[in-house]
């Protein structure tokens, strides 16, 4: 019975729905990985909303590598670290993670020559509704574009 029951979650987190958002910059790839992948611009476009910020980013860009990016309310009120394992990365091409809670986050970059295309799919946690997850990541991206392109 519990092998059943176990086997039974592992199928429902397999085939659980992704949440895909996108977002096409004006920037060549190799910009876009820069500003995606090294901690000091981490910090200035990792919120989905300027009532927050990423004081810190910690990222160790291997496959079985980390990453933990501190989030907070920019009055203190509130914070908590973000962060995963890569588990595959591709250069200038595709991050797979699975983060801190087991759910798991995809990012593809598309270089477009003057232009980058990035699509991130994850799985969504449980205690949110799925579109302000989905608002709130597009929110991020939107500050990662702006950042790219600013």
């Known amino acids: 019975m519990c092998d059943g029951f ?11 729905e992704w949440i895909e958002i996108e977002a096409m910059i004006e920037a060549p790839i190799q910009a ?15 919120f989905a909303h300027e009532s927050w910020c990423c004081p810190a ?9 980390t990453f933990t990016y501190r989030m907070e309310a920019v009055d203190g ?15 200038q091409e595709f991050l797979a993670i699975t983060l801190g809670d087991g759910r798991k986050w995809e990012i593809e970059f598309v ?25 709130g990541w597009q ?4 500050q990662f574009k702006s950042h790219c392109e600013g």
């Open 6 to 16: 176990y086997h039974f979650l592992y199928i429902c987190f397999m085939e659980q």
């Open 32 to 46: 876009v990985w820069e500003k995606w992948t090294s901690s000091e611009h981490i910090q200035k476009w990792n």
């Open 57 to 65: 980013a910690q990222i160790d860009l291997r496959e079985e590598g």
């Open 77 to 91: 009120s509130a914070g908590f670290d973000f962060h995963g394992v890569f588990d595959s990365v591709e250069e």
């Open 111 to 135: 270089d477009l020559g003057q232009s980058t295309h990035v699509t991130e799919r994850f799985h969504p946690e449980s205690v949110n509704p799925i579109d302000m997850q989905q608002a």
């Open 139 to 142: 929110a991020i991206l939107n």
